[in-house]
Every structure is written in C-alpha cells, then in structure tokens.
C-alpha cells in the first residue's frame, strides 16, 4: 500500500512538472520546452501504471473497490488516452487541459475517505467492475472532448478579436478542433451509454429498483441527455461550431460533478 | 589571400544606382569569366537582384580590393566617386557574416522573406557553371546555405504573416487548418483580391469561384486562377457553399448584409465562414463578425495582423544575428585553423631567415674564425631559432585539433609578421 502511494505521489508530481513545460511554452514561444511535455506525461503514466498495479498486488482485489480507487484509474485512463490523442494526432495545447484535469482527479482521490462501495454478491460484482470500466473510459475520452471544446472556444474569441498570428500558433485551428470534439465524443457516448444501463442492472439488482431518482442518479441522466442532443446535432442535424461546443463543456461539467460523488 | 565582398544594397545605394549596378543574367557567366581573369582573383560570385549587387571573391588581399572596384566600374560605367559613396568593401569575417546575413534573408527589405536565399542559390549555380568557385568559395556558399536552413528553422523570422495577402491565408488556416478542402469564392475582381486568392490558391483550395457583376472580367479572374465563373444572379446559393470569400468589389455599399451573413450562417449550421473584405468602402457589414462562426477581417485588421507579424519577425532577427554572428566566427576559425601547417613551415623559414640575415650582418666583425669555431656559431644560430620557435609550434600543432586553432594562427601570423608587415619589411 505504502509503495503505490510513494508511485502515485511520484505520477502526480511528473505530470506537474510535464503541465509547467507545456505552460512555459506556451508563455514564452519557442523553448524548447514542449518538447518533453508528453515524454513527462508518458513518464508519470509509467509511475501512474506502477501506482494501480502495486495497489490491486497489495488489495488482493481489482483496484476499483473505492471512489478514490475509481478516481485514480479515471485520471490513469485519461491520460493514456491523451498519450494516444496526442501520438497520433500532434495536438499540442491537449497537455494544458488533460494534465491539470488528470492532477486534479488525483488529488481529489487523495482526499475523499476511503469508504467501499457496496457490493452484493459476485455477479454483482463482476458487472459493477464492467459498468465501472465503461464509465472510465467514457469520461476519459470524454476528458478530450471538452479539452477540444473548451479550445474551440478560445479559438474562436481570439479569431473574433482579430488576434496577430503569433497568438495560434501553439493551437490546433478552429476546423481540426471541431474534428477532435465530434470524434472523441462519438468514441466516448456509446461507453458512457453502455456505462449507465449496466449502472442501472447492478442498481436493480442491489435495491431492487432500476432507477432510484437519487441526486446523483438523476445528475448522471441529465449530462446524458444533455450529450445525447450533441451527439444527435452533429451527427443528425450536422451541426458544428460553438454550440455543441458550449453545450458539451456543460455536459461534461455534470459529468464531472457526478464522478465525484458517486 | 582573403575573402573579399563588394557591392551597393538597398540601403546604401538608391535605385538608380543600384540599376546601373545589374549584371544581366544572360551576361552573369561571362562577367564571371572576366572578374576570374583579373590578377589577384582566385575565385569570384556575382550576386545581382533588384535590391543588391554583390560581388565575393577569394584573392590576394590588398590588391583584390582595387580590383572589384574596378571590375564593377568597367562592369557599370558608374563614376567613381558613386562608387565609393554607395558601395561597401568587407573582409574576411565581415565578408562572411555579410554573406551569410544575406542568405538568411536578414538583410531584405523584409526580413524573413524567401527569395533570396533562392537568389543566392541562382548565383551561386551561375557561378559554379562559369567555373569560378573552387574549394574556399564553393565550401563557404554551403555553409551559407546551412545557416539559412538552421536560422529558418531554430528562429521565427519567416513565420508570421507580413503581408495583407499573407495575413489573410494565414487566418484562413487558422480557421480551417488544411484549405484543401474549402470552397473559396472571389466576390469581384480586384487587383488586391487577385493578389489574396493567389496566396490561398497556392495552399492549395478544393475549389474557386468568382462571382463578378461583368462576367467577362470575373472569368478572365477564373481562368487565370484555375477557378469558375458564376454569375452575379447565383450569388446567394454560391455564398452558402463557400468556406472563405474574399470581398473586393468598387460597390459604394454592404454587398452582404448582416440579415445575408445570419440567413447563411443558419443554413451551414455552424461550419465556419471567413470573409476577407478588402473592398474600400467595404462590402460586408462589419456587424458580420458579431455573428456566431462568422469571421470577418477588413483591409484594417489585416493590416493590424501584419504589422503585428513584422514586429514579431524583427525581434525574432535578433535570435537570427546572434546565430550568423556565431556561425560567422566559426567559419573564419575554421578557415585559419586550415593554415596551421603553411604558418608552420612560414613561421620556420621566416626565423631561420632572420638568423642568417643578422648572423651574415656581425660575421664581420668578428674577424678570421677558426672552421671548428665558425662551426659553433652556425649551431648558435640554428639552436638559438629553434628554442625561439619550439614553444609556438608546439603550440600550434596543439591547437590544430582543437576549435580556436584560428585565432591562434591569425595571432601568431601578425606577432612574427608572416603576412608581409612586421619587422623583416621594416628592416628592409
């Protein structure tokens, strides 16, 4: 136990240090310090893998028993999924969104107690570790849509403010922000669907009752809808732009408020 | 023997001197014959554009100077005192620096731009065709070419947009990141929207269409940009399929009005649509840009966005500097470090010279010798040279393999006066 927290410590303290190289290169244009940005983030991924590993070794058990648990292996999932973002696309401005996003789970899983998550019996227990991952998942890729929102965004106010050109160059233009908003979305959607009716069978099964109409229950109903409208606007009606921009960062801030407390 | 470079540029010769100073290029070879021909010249490269007319050639220094100024006096039938007021002579490690200033385009009248350092390629052909380069010139033109590549690519001077054309296809970018595949349209047929459509069109574009009240004008446009004229009647439905539209009519008045731009921004349901209004008075109303994923830059911001642009490539020119003033230096080191062994054998005989010149000046004195004390004296006189000489040679040859070997040489060239001044010519 004591080693993961030494590893994950390490991967939060790497990912800082990988944020400030992509903070610096973007406050002082042309060092060279971009360049080690993702090999930080590739390096405390390392740790981070270390981190999840040596504690399901000392649990005994797969290591999504707790929130804090869940939380780490949401940061976990979402950096690698930046990593993979970020290989096969060379978007730069990502590490200035994932990582602080990444660190920020981290530490919140520091933070809140350390209290089970009720379990039933095993076959409950196999299928909340499958609504789990999806949900993980999910909200990982999820992580990039709002990162290419929010760019999106920024983007636009600077092109509507006639900014000189010096401003763009670390960001993707407007069209390819779009792009990274529709694909990750369209990746994450399915996982976070599949993620909530699983959640609803392992509910059923616990209280008998598919839909408890809790707080946080209906929070995670409302995001979905809210990302179902996006989805259907872009794939449907063909929108693009600032509007599914805008609703999707609303979106993701309901999601995020839900992971919190499960 | 020395580098040398001769020359006016636009910033120490007006035009029309600089005219008279034009090589033609069909008479670049044969001037180059004529300037290898003349005594002194070891090997020579005419630089001649519009803004400059240069000459660099490897020679025997003092005399190589007086020759370029009468090569190029012959050569353009300038007076010379014209020639002396607007040109200028460098030597060595200002030759070099000047040379490489001036293939990283850090002496242009606008810093950064990219002809030049094809010019410079061009002469240096020219050149290498009429025979006048060998090892001194030809390796130095390659350095040349290898800081311009390195000054490009380690600094910003060439990167942002110093141009209302270029301001534009770079925001268009911007927008659209690759522009192979966005329908640009050209809304009448202006000298300055010809200009911005080239600058796109040669990113690339998926289409063009001009759009132009007489017909006949707008297809000449079209034709010439490998575009498609359309009729001024189709310009609503033509305005929904275009990504970026580049505005310049000599209407009086808003040719696309803010109820236009929002009815075709509702109709593209959020893909971006740039307008680039050129037009003075202008044709978009500027309320335009207020409209969600609607862009539009009249002549002003642009010009804003190209200001912005040179002001960032002047302080990137200082990284630049810094660059050809260091590889500048290393060039001549490196040049000097090449003369290690002629300095040593130069720097021998030279000593050994001395000896027997001073020796052969008091033999006299001394009256009859014996052969076995005339003997003595002749080895007084070598071993007295070589202690003098052991500890620069061993010197040199040290430094011959280390950087900075240059400067030693140079140093010890002027200390013993190899280079004919020094104490053997004020002796003599």
Redesign the interface.
């Known amino acids: 136990m004591q080693a993961a927290l030494v590893l994950m410590r390490a991967a939060l303290v790497i990912y800082a240090a990988g944020f400030v190289t992509a903070l610096a290169a973007v406050l002082r244009?042309?060092t060279r310090a971009a360049r080690w940005t993702p090999r930080l983030a590739a390096a405390g991924a390392l740790f981070h893998t270390a981190g999840m590993l040596s504690l399901g070794w000392g649990l005994q058990r797969c290591p999504l028993g707790t929130l804090p648990e869940v939380l780490a292996a949401l940061a976990w999932v979402a950096v690698l999924i930046y990593l993979f973002v970020w290989w096969r696309y060379r978007v730069e401005v990502l590490h200035l969104v994932i990582l602080p996003l990444a660190m920020i789970v981290l530490i919140i899983s520091k933070i809140l107690p350390d209290e089970m998550i009720p379990v039933g019996p095993t076959m409950q227990q196999s299928l909340l570790r499958i609504h789990l991952g999806a949900i993980i998942f999910g909200v990982g890729a999820l992580f990039v849509t709002f990162a290419a929102s929010l760019v999106y965004l920024v983007?636009?106010r600077a092109?509507?403010a006639?900014r000189?050109?010096?401003y763009?160059?670390t960001?993707?233009?407007?069209?390819?922000c779009d792009r990274m908003g529709r694909l990750s979305l369209l990746f994450a959607f399915p996982l976070l669907t599949f993620g909530i009716v699983t959640g609803a069978v392992v509910n059923d099964a616990k209280y008998g009752t598919p839909w408890a109409w809790q707080a946080n229950e209906t929070l995670a109903i409302l995001a979905w809808l809210l990302l179902a409208v996006v989805v259907v606007a872009r794939i449907g009606?063909?929108?693009?732009?600032?509007?599914?921009a805008l609703l999707t960062l609303v979106g993701f801030g309901l999601v995020f408020l839900r992971m919190l407390g499960v | 023997m020395a580098i040398l470079l001769y020359g006016a540029n636009h910033q120490s010769a007006p035009l029309e001197f600089r005219e008279r100073l034009v090589v033609p290029e069909d008479d670049l070879v044969a001037a180059i014959h004529r300037l290898i021909g003349r005594e002194g010249i070891d090997e020579g490269l005419i630089l001649s554009t519009c803004n400059r007319t240069e000459i660099l050639v490897h020679g025997a220094a003092p005399a190589a100077g007086e020759t370029l100024r009468e090569f190029l006096r012959t050569q353009s039938h300038a007076e010379p005192a014209d020639l002396d007021r607007h040109c200028y002579l460098h030597a060595d490690r200002e030759a070099v620096k000047h040379l490489f200033r001036v293939a990283c385009s850090l002496d242009s009248m606008i810093v950064g731009e990219p002809q030049i350092l094809g010019q410079v390629k061009e002469a240096y052909a020219k050149a290498h065709a009429a025979g006048g380069l060998r090892s001194v010139l030809d390796n130095l033109l390659q350095r040349a070419f290898a800081v311009a590549k390195k000054v490009r690519t380690e600094?910003?001077i060439a990167?942002?947009?110093v141009s209302i054309a270029h301001?534009a296809a770079?925001?268009a970018?911007?927008?659209?990141?690759d522009l192979g595949r966005s329908n640009v349209l050209i809304l009448g047929a202006g000298k300055m929207a010809r200009i911005a459509a080239q600058h796109i069109a040669a990113d690339g574009a998926g289409s063009i269409s001009v759009v132009n009240r007489s017909y006949q004008r707008g297809a000449e446009l079209a034709r010439e940009l490998g575009g498609e004229a359309i009729m001024w009647e189709r310009l609503p439905e033509v305005l929904e399929e275009s990504d970026i539209v580049i505005v310049s009519t000599g209407a009086p008045h808003h040719i696309v009005t803010r109820e236009d731009a929002q009815r075709i921004a509702r109709q593209r349901?959020?893909?971006?649509i740039f307008f680039i209004d050129i037009a003075v008075p202008r044709n978009v109303d500027p309320r335009v840009?207020d409209l969600?994923?609607v862009?539009v830059?009249d002549i002003d911001?642009l010009k804003?966005?190209a200001e912005?642009?040179m002001r960032?490539r002047r302080n990137e020119a200082r990284?630049a500097e810094e660059i050809v003033d260091r590889e500048a230096s290393a060039y001549i080191d490196w040049m000097r470090s090449l003369e290690v062994a002629p300095t040593i054998v130069a720097l021998r005989d030279h000593m050994h010279a001395m000896g027997s010149a001073e020796f052969d000046r008091f033999r006299a004195r001394l009256g009859a010798l014996s052969p076995e004390q005339q003997q003595a004296l002749e080895e007084f006189r070598t071993a007295l040279m070589n202690k003098v000489l052991h500890h620069p040679i061993q010197a040199l040859k040290r430094s011959s393999t280390r950087p900075g070997s240059g400067q030693l040489v140079a140093f010890l060239r002027e200390a013993f006066g190899l280079d004919g001044q020094g104490p053997t010519r004020g002796r003599s």
């Open positions: 244009e042309g983007v636009d092109l509507k006639k000189p050109a010096r763009f160059r960001l993707p233009s407007l069209a390819g009606w063909g929108w693009r732009g600032r509007k599914p | 600094t910003g990167r942002a947009p301001a770079a925001r970018r911007e927008i659209f990141g349901r959020g893909r971006p840009n969600d994923n862009y830059y911001d804003i966005v912005a642009g960032e990284l």
